[in-house]
């Protein structure tokens, strides 16, 4: 798994943000290549969407972020609705594979 690392020494942008919900159970994600960071959090159904070769499946309750020049692209219908955002970050996004450190105090639900 590969974790995030949002750095906030500086503002984040916002370039635009939205609810999209799917027009049909036939509905497939549009092919493009991202030019900015996109957060992708679900609220209903199941998005099958893929970031250059590594394809995800998206359910109710989770997130997706995938960084600028990703090439993503649905690869499979999806009957779904979720928020999405597309932001800038300054300081960029560090990225590890290494399992994410908890905050003290952190409980699982």
Excluded at 8 to 15: A, G, I, M
Excluded at 23 to 31: F, G, K, Q, V, Y
Aim: charged fraction near 20%; proline fraction near 6%; glycine fraction near 6%.
């Amino acid at each position: 798994m590969t974790a995030f690392k949002l750095l906030v020494d500086k503002p984040v942008h916002l370039e635009m943000t939205g609810k999209f919900v799917a027009p049909s159970a036939e509905w497939i994600h549009l092919s493009r290549i991202l030019q900015d960071y996109e957060l992708i959090v679900m609220t209903e159904g199941v998005l099958y969407l893929a970031g250059d070769n590594q394809q995800f499946v998206v359910s109710k309750g989770e997130y997706l972020l995938l960084p600028p020049l990703t090439r993503q692209y649905g690869y499979k219908s999806s009957d779904c609705s979720f928020y999405w955002l597309h932001f800038h970050a300054a300081n960029g996004i560090q990225t590890t594979t290494e399992h994410p450190r908890r905050p003290p105090g952190w409980k699982n639900m």
